[in-house]
């Protein structure tokens, strides 16, 4: 299971931050499959990026299994 719990994602750029993300939340179970749409800057990709922690979360958690990967370094995601 994945599960997304108050995720938020603030770019910092300049002068000015931008909010990406603003408390998502999500459970996929194991099994099921999703698929995302929206507009061109709805958050598509940084959700994704998040998500697979490309980029760190401004705030909140991915769980895969209960384990908060979020809480890893770069060594042990790659474990």
Known sequence: MIRIEHLHKIYQLKDRKITALADINLTINKGEIFGMIG??????????????????????????NDEDITTLNRAQLYR
């Not at 922690?53 to 909140?60: D, F, H, K, V």
């Open 39 to 64: 507009r061109s800057g709805a958050g598509k990709s940084s959700l994704i990026r998040t998500f697979n922690l490309l980029e760190r979360p401004s705030q909140g958690r991915v769980l895969i």
